[in-house]
């Protein structure tokens, strides 16, 4: 009896719920750097495909008939292209920065690091939106079809990459 008992009160205390490792040990600022800078690299190629896009673009309007017609919707796109450009340059310097900064500067900006961030992924979403839109609109020889889906997949990746980098920073513990 006394053997059942003790096996009971041992698998009793194992089912309790135990706090994780991870749990334990919170998030350092440098815990996080090496994914920030993988971020980093990504944003850069984001930066370099958006520019290729941009060319790609403006070589495909000149060149079809429908862009005279089209032009104000055209231009819409090229404009939101832009725009999400900027916000991932601008997000990726800003991060960089931050990166170099001492713990002690550092812990002074995480909150507007994490505004900035959150207001960056607003913005790309939104212009994703405006661009989904204006293809409606498009005719649909305007465009090629390989240029839009590399236009899409790098303003989704653009955002995720974005919202990753919002998510380390929140994850770090800051005291």
Known sequence: ????ITFVLLMSVSLIP?????????????????????IL?????????FENILNTMDTSGKANQNYNQQKNI??????????????????????TLFIDLREKNRQKFYDIRIESLELAVKQVNT?????????????PNFF?????????????????RLH?????????NRK
């Open 1 to 4: 009896m006394r053997k059942i």
């Open 164 to 172: 990753h980098m919002l998510e380390l920073l929140k994850s770090v």
């Open 74 to 95: 055209f231009l819409s796109s090229v404009l939101a292209i832009s725009t999400i450009s900027a916000i991932c340059e601008y997000e990726r310097d800003l991060m």
């Open 144 to 160: 090629e079809a390989p240029l839009v889906r590399k236009e899409r997949l790098t303003i989704q990746s653009t955002a995720d």
């Open 18 to 38: 135990q706090p994780l490792g991870a749990q334990n040990n919170p998030l350092k600022f440098t815990d996080i750097v090496p994914q920030l800078e993988n």
């Open 127 to 139: 212009m994703f939106k405006q661009i989904r839109i204006n293809y409606t609109i498009l005719p």
């Open 41 to 49: 690299m990504d944003l850069s190629s984001y930066i370099n495909q």
